[in-house]
């Protein structure tokens, strides 16, 4: 049975914790929400009901604790870098909280110690110019928030911004677009860790369906008295 760990290891429902693949989302202060709960979602999803073999999450922060996100969220937080199971993916969100971590030493290198260990690193939104800020997306193509893409170029001129794509896959790095493109990438991650149809299933399950355009309502003729739609 496939196995999930949520925010406080309330779940475990596999018996063979050294076996999971294990998935680390980084949650920080200032963090976007979406961009750590819509992969979450995603993954969770997918190891709670999908995957034949065992998978946890687990969220990773500097010190064990709570964050509190950008719009509010507090989150709990289950390991530090020091205490953490050893990971096969990181998660990396994006966020207010990236300013910080782009000139924060100690957490350039776990990320480039990590990198060096082969852990897929998988960023949301401008968690991409944290990893450019460790020397990680040179000579790679790579994207972030649209809004963004001047700022990723300018940290390092050997990117290769590619600020059309929703998420870019280069191998060891993965990077997405901004906020909701996390959520795309997590549906790939789940093609690439499992299989096309594993990601079809929880697509399914989670109800992402493509937007459908319809025509808008009629409106609605105003009362007697009313005044007049400006």
Known sequence: MPQLIDMQGALVSSPDLESALTVGVFVFEGAEELDV????????????????????????????????????LRLGVDHSPADAPALDVLIHPGGDGTRALKDDGAH?????????????????????????AAGLLRDRPATTHRDFTERLAALDGTIDVRAAERYVDDGTIVTSAGVSAGIDM??????????????????????????????????AAPGPGAAPHR
Do not use: I
Not at 112 to 128: D, F, K, Q
């Open 37 to 72: 709960v819509g992969p979450w979602e995603v993954l969770g999803f997918w190891a709670a009901h999908v995957a034949t073999a065992p998978v946890r999450l687990v969220t990773v922060a500097r010190e064990e604790g709570w964050v509190r996100c950008a719009k509010g």
């Open 108 to 132: 350039l290198e776990w990320l480039r110690e990590l990198h060096r260990r082969e852990v897929l690193l998988a960023s949301v939104c401008t968690g991409s110019l944290v990893l450019a």
């Open 186 to 219: 997590a549906f790939h991650l789940v093609e690439r860790l499992d299989s096309a149809e594993a990601s079809a299933e929880v697509r399914r399950g989670t109800q992402y369906d493509r937007p459908v355009s319809r025509p808008r309502p009629p409106t």
